[in-house]
């Protein structure tokens, strides 16, 4: 499995706070069969002003921690763009670096905030060449009926959606796992990813996530999230040349809404209040 999404650099953001975490982060990540870790530091100017340069070069000095450890995990690098005016611009200068420089990039919205100029932003990249992966989208917490049409309309256009592994087993709670199991039984998620931060709490793991998800999406679309489509991007494969998720693409399947997300429904009050 390809995780393109993980805070494993030691202290550099709300991550990893030191070297010893980042290595049992990177132990834990191959018990669990991932082969290849993208390094995604915050950028959130005012907070956390990492560089795309910064970035690589941390990526190459824990590579060799990595390899003096005698762990086998293959690294890459990224970052986790929050929503900035200038996001354009820091792509194509190198100041906010793609995912294993390609054109593929992780794009954070607010989480507390509904942000302005979310679709136009995401609109501009995908003009500019780059393919916006928007993470996390089921655990904003300004996330509700209205909003999840944005993310619908996003990812028509062209966007990717990436969920956290964890929200579908419920390790953020029922809210975030009811909308995971919402975008995926609306077919609309490109891939998984861990965004782990330490070894406890929110742990390197994405065998759970790809488990849960293949209730919903079956065998072979559940390789693809953590596969598939994982690898494609650190190929800078063509985005149209890579098969979507079963809601997008030419002859996208309807939504099973009558049915499953009944189900699901359910299923959500039934964990929130305990019926």
Not at 25 to 52: F, K, Q, W
Not at 218 to 232: K, Y
Request: net charge negative.
């Amino acid at each position: 499995m390809i995780d393109l999404h993980c805070h494993m650099l030691p202290a550099v953001d709300d991550g990893a706070p030191d070297l010893e975490t980042a290595l049992e982060m990177a132990r834990m990540s191959v018990e669990d069969g991932i082969r290849v870790t993208a390094c995604t530091p915050h950028i959130y100017p005012g907070l956390y002003e990492n560089t795309g340069e910064q970035i690589r070069l941390w990526v190459d000095v824990f590579r060799e921690e990595l390899k003096e450890a005698g762990i086998g995990l293959e690294v890459t690098y990224g970052a986790d763009i929050q929503l900035v005016p200038e996001l354009v611009a820091g792509l194509r200068s190198g100041h906010m670096p793609t995912l294993h420089g390609t054109r593929y990039f992780l794009f954070e919205p607010s989480h507390r905030t509904v942000p302005s100029g979310f679709s136009t932003l995401i609109f501009d990249a995908l003009t500019a060449g780059y393919v916006p992966v928007v993470t996390h989208p089921e655990r904003l917490r300004w996330l509700d009926d209205d909003h999840y049409q944005w993310f619908v309309d996003v990812a028509q256009r062209g966007a990717w959606l990436q969920l956290t592994a964890g929200a579908l087993t419920g390790r953020f709670g029922s809210g975030p796992q009811y909308w995971a199991e919402r975008f995926l039984d609306d077919g609309l998620v490109h891939i998984l990813a861990t965004d782990a931060h330490e070894t406890e709490r929110r742990p390197p793991l994405l065998a759970e996530g790809r488990m849960a998800a293949e209730s919903w999406v079956g065998t072979e679309e559940a390789d693809l999230l953590v596969v598939g489509r994982p690898q494609a991007v650190m190929e800078n494969r063509d985005p149209g040349a890579i098969t979507p998720p079963p809601g997008l693409g030419l002859h996208p399947r309807p939504p099973r809404a009558l049915r499953s997300r009944k189900a699901s429904e359910k299923g959500w009050l039934a964990r929130l209040f305990g019926g």
